[in-house]
């Protein structure tokens, strides 16, 4: 660890400036500190020069691993197309993207692994178990802000486990944005604990740039986004609006979906409204980016609740308006009261993004401390919301995998956050999914999971489940009351073969 080296950085003073231009280079330069065989961490990583340099050396490297996690087309994509794993070694931590699932050396494929492991233990084989760890890291790639007076630099909105990354790492080097936000909390690295910087500010949309990338789009595709390209752009950066004029008209249509923009099924409103039941004043939530959770806060689940507070990996779109409008307040949280505590306010919409920047109220930890069970444990009456796949009629959750064991997404922080919220005094999880897949062609309330199909939840810590029909209560009960239960709330159309199939499993 480099510990020492933030200790040391305290003590710099205006010494940092001439140290930052020492160590300002190109793109193509810093990259050279990856050697071959060496481990290349890139979490959640949008630095496209430094990707780019990257894979460029691709003819003079080898047995190189990139190991990342949500990797998109947009940032990461030169790594996973088709021959450069003869150089490159994908492994996925935490979540797998679309992309990354279809790629030519995706998931898919099985030329890209999954690396299972929580949030919370994910530094433990580093720290406590060197001897045993597969793997050094040797350089860390990420995006930073320019440095403040006092020379420390912002992860701005996406901190996750960058900053533990670094701590751990041989090198680092970085894109220095302007555009990046400032936190509270532990979002923050100084110029004395990165190696190398290449200044990268992303350019902000523009009505000349729209054009420019409406104007390669379908003209269906051009008509979903010209309104909301914006909104897309202020949210996820100008490279991520430029890469969905490229999609057809399906994809687009649904990262809307997952992405709360455009209008939401008539399954996820009612989902809505049974949440908003289980929602009461002075609650402490977490709210998981997906679907159906992504909706939860533009379809007013949280309204008209009072002193609400936030506790949560991600962000999600309307977390700081809730704030402003005085619906979230932090008087009742017992842990970090009066704060909107994260470990990545990625997922904030553009509008929230510019309330959160330098304002005090928000906060960002390193994702161990966030999602550590325990501290999660701490906040009283803390209601986590989160995703499902599937559910089997004893309570088994999955939420990663589809078809047996291929890969759909990840756990990302959901265990920890689920299993913390149990733990809490008043607390309860939720499982939020429609009842039906595939436009209404199979159940996701199942007798029981697929063969390979991914536990994300045990059933001991199964709590509500949530569809379109309906809340089912789980925890207390045996397996012949939690399938009456999700019965209940499964698809009518799929009740009597779940009831054939529950007799079979529970009765003599």
Same mark, same amino acid.
């Given at each position: 660890m480099k510990e020492e080296r933030l200790v040391e950085a305290r003590c710099i003073g205006k010494n940092w400036r001439e140290e930052y231009q020492r160590k300002l280079v190109s793109a193509e330069e810093a990259v050279k500190v990856v050697k071959s065989g060496d481990r290349v961490v890139a979490p959640w990583c949008k630095a496209p020069l430094l990707g780019e340099a990257l894979a460029a050396r691709k003819g003079e490297l080898h047995n190189v691993e990139i190991h990342s996690s949500n990797p998109q087309q947009a940032h990461m994509g030169a790594f996973f197309q088709e021959g450069m794993d003869e150089t490159f070694y994908n492994s996925i931590f935490i979540f797998i993207s679309d992309f990354a699932r279809m790629a030519p050396a995706g998931t898919d494929a099985k030329r890209t692994q999954f690396c299972p492991?929580?949030?919370? +233990?994910m530094m433990k084989p580093f720290d406590e178990r060197p001897d045993q760890c597969p793997y050094t890291i040797d350089v860390v790639m990420a995006v930073v802000s320019p440095p403040d007076k006092d020379g420390f630099c912002s992860f701005g909105a996406d901190l996750w486990n960058k900053r533990s990354f670094c701590k751990r790492a041989r090198n680092v080097i970085v894109?220095?944005?302007? @555009? #990046?936000?400032?936190?509270?909390?532990? @979002?923050?690295?100084?110029?004395?604990?990165?190696? =190398?910087?290449?200044e990268n500010t992303t350019p902000r949309l523009t009505e000349e740039l729209k054009e420019e990338f409406l104007s390669e789009?379908?003209?269906?595709?051009?008509?979903?986004?010209?309104?909301?390209?914006? #909104?897309?752009?202020?949210?996820?950066?100008?490279?991520?609006a430029q890469y969905?004029?490229?999609?057809?008209e399906a994809a687009v249509r649904g990262w809307m979906s997952s992405l709360a923009f455009g209008e939401p099924s008539p399954e996820i409103k009612n989902i809505a409204q049974y949440v908003s039941? !289980?929602?009461?004043? &002075?609650?402490?939530? #977490?709210?998981?980016? &997906?679907?159906?959770?992504?909706?939860?806060i533009p379809l007013g689940v949280f309204d008209d609740k009072h002193d609400l507070g936030i506790y949560s990996e991600m962000g999600g779109p309307g977390f700081a308006t809730l704030v402003e409008r005085g619906i979230v307040t932090g008087k009742y949280k017992t842990f970090h009261p009066g704060k909107v505590t994260c470990c990545t306010f990625n997922g904030c919409s553009g509008e929230d993004l510019e309330i959160i920047n330098n304002n005090p109220i928000f906060e960002c930890y390193d994702a161990e401390y966030i999602l550590d069970i325990r501290n999660i444990s701490q906040n009283d009456n803390f209601v986590a919301i989160n995703n499902a796949i599937s559910v089997d009629l004893?309570?088994?959750?999955?939420?990663?995998?589809?078809?047996?064991?291929?890969?759909?997404?990840?756990?990302?922080?959901?265990?920890?956050?689920?299993?913390? *919220?149990?733990?809490?005094?008043?607390?309860?999880?939720?499982?939020?999914l429609p009842s039906t897949a595939l436009n209404g062609a199979v159940s996701r309330i199942v007798p029981h999971l697929d063969e390979g199909a991914v536990v994300t939840i045990p059933? =001991?810590?199964?709590? =509500?489940?949530?569809?379109? =029909? &309906?809340?089912? *209560?789980?925890?207390?009960?045996?397996?012949? #009351?939690?399938?009456?239960? !999700?019965?209940?709330?499964?698809?009518?159309?799929?009740?009597?073969? +779940?009831?054939q199939a529950a007799n079979k499993l529970f009765y003599p």
């Open positions: 492991g929580t949030f919370s +233990l894109e220095v944005d302007e @555009n #990046q936000i400032r936190t509270g909390g532990t @979002n923050f690295i100084h110029v004395s604990e990165i190696d =190398y910087f290449v789009a379908t003209p269906e595709v051009r008509e979903l986004l010209e309104p909301i390209i914006f #909104q897309i752009a202020g949210t996820w950066g100008v490279t991520t969905f004029t490229t999609l057809d039941q !289980l929602i009461k004043d &002075g609650d402490t939530f #977490q709210i998981g980016f &997906g679907m159906p959770s992504v909706w939860m004893t309570g088994q959750i999955n939420a990663e995998t589809g078809f047996g064991a291929r890969m759909i997404g990840g756990h990302g922080g959901q265990p920890e956050m689920h299993i913390g *919220s149990v733990m809490s005094k008043g607390g309860r999880a939720l499982t939020l059933r =001991y810590f199964a709590d =509500y489940v949530v569809t379109e =029909y &309906g809340i089912a *209560s789980l925890m207390g009960k045996d397996c012949r #009351q939690r399938a009456e239960e !999700l019965i209940a709330v499964a698809h009518p159309d799929f009740r009597a073969e +779940l009831k």
